[in-house]
């Protein structure tokens, strides 16, 4: 209700057919949950659901809002939840008290939105971190602890999927993906690879393997190799698709934003549809995976598919 309250008093809505208060995906340490809403609100509840505390970062930042509402998602690592908060005007990306909500780094951003979330890169010294962030026309890797750049690569990006990682490279949604090998602290990152055959749309890449899997806004999907970017194959699936694919076993789960659920057998040479279903909701939040089932959200229910018992 507070945040309701909170939100309705700005006077603004969210019209974009693809978004909703919920669009960021919750992240957690174990301890805590942390789950950010379009009108940048933070919250921090416990294991049971009961507040810790609430940052309104629209209360302290007005300017930092774009006309579809954010859709980034925090990550949370040695203490620190990160978010991306990346529009037209106050443009920002911040390191925030996991146990207290207090802002313990803050940076400028490049004034475009961008949807993309951030993802954790170890750099190499010892247990160090670095935070990737993914812009409109960059890439860039920041220390988890103090926010301090560590490399840049400028290119335009994607904005909406995010990166995805494999043996210290980062799989950047640009020129179809594009696979960076940062370096010491200091330089720019070595492009290791560029594929146009593995371009994500909407949907975030994902690595499981040694292979990468991209989905296109029409139902490609795509594998290819994580290190070389060398294509595979091509199985065209029913779109339209939104949500990110997620991958269990051998299986990878594609559900498009229909309802039409796709679960495809992994294969060296080829995949193949093993089975569907169609659920004939609205799907475009990314499916999740736990305790023995995958959950799935649409704009009416949330479902866990599992094994009986």
Not at 15 to 32: I, L, R
Request: proline letters at 6%.
């Amino acid at each position: 209700k507070l945040w309701e309250r909170q939100f309705w008093s700005t006077g603004r809505t969210m019209c974009h057919p693809k978004t909703c208060m919920a669009a960021p995906t919750p992240a957690s340490d174990g301890e805590s949950i942390f789950a950010f809403f379009a009108t940048n609100d933070l919250f921090c509840l416990d294991l049971d659901g009961n507040l810790i505390w609430l940052r309104g970062l629209a209360h302290d930042y007005p300017n930092a809002s774009n006309a579809t509402g954010m859709a980034s998602s925090p990550i949370v690592a040695g203490g620190i939840v990160v978010v991306q908060v990346e529009n037209q005007s106050h443009s920002f990306a911040a390191g925030i008290d996991a146990g207290t909500g207090v802002n313990i780094w803050k940076i400028p951003r490049g004034s475009n939105p961008s949807w993309s979330t951030p993802v954790l890169l170890s750099y190499g010294d010892g247990d160090a971190a670095a935070v990737v962030l993914e812009s409109w026309d960059l890439v860039s890797g920041h220390d988890l602890r103090t926010g301090e750049q560590i490399w840049v690569h400028e290119e335009k990006c994607y904005c909406i999927p995010s990166c995805a990682l494999h043996e210290g490279l980062v799989l950047v949604p640009s020129g179809g993906l594009t696979a960076l090998r940062p370096g010491a602290r200091g330089e720019a990152p070595e492009v290791a690879w560029r594929s146009t055959r593995l371009r994500p749309a909407t949907s975030s890449p994902v690595v499981h393997r040694g292979s990468v899997y991209a989905l296109s806004g029409a139902g490609v999907l795509a594998c290819g190799d994580a290190s070389s970017g060398e294509a595979r194959w091509q199985l065209r699936l029913k779109g339209p698709y939104s949500s990110t694919p997620v991958i269990a076993g051998e299986h990878i789960f594609c559900i498009n934003e229909e309802g039409g659920v796709h679960v495809v057998r992994l294969g060296a040479e080829q995949g193949e549809v093993a089975g569907q279903a169609e659920l004939g909701e609205t799907i475009l939040a990314s499916p999740a995976i736990a305790q023995g089932g995958i959950f799935i959200r649409s704009d009416r229910h949330l479902w866990k598919f599992g094994k009986k018992k």
